[in-house]
């Protein structure tokens, strides 16, 4: 379990399984636990107003250097 962050504010965003190591490029709809994001059409936003990412149906593409994260990864 992870906690994505906003990079500019450090509101936490969302609670994510992430499986696997690599970068964050999407988070799967499915594995989000938290989401305090503002859903904006498709565009995803923290509540200071920092684009995070943006829906793109099963999955919300990240947008790079927008968030921080840390935690566990799951292998």
Same mark, same amino acid.
């Given at each position: ?8 504010? =450090?509101?936490? @965003?969302?609670?994510?399984?992430? $499986?696997?190591? !690599?970068?964050?490029?999407? &988070?799967? =709809?499915?594995? @989000?636990?938290?989401?305090?994001? $503002?859903?904006? !059409?498709?565009?995803?936003? &923290? ?29």
């Amino acid at each position: 379990m992870i906690i994505i962050r906003c990079a500019q504010c =450090k509101r936490k @965003i969302f609670r994510y399984v992430k $499986i696997g190591e !690599g970068r964050i490029w999407h &988070c799967w =709809k499915n594995r @989000i636990v938290e989401d305090l994001s $503002i859903h904006n !059409g498709k565009d995803i936003k &923290c509540p200071c107003g920092n684009l995070i990412g943006v829906d793109d149906g099963k999955w919300i593409k990240m947008k790079q250097y927008a968030f921080i994260y840390s935690g566990v990864i799951t292998k």
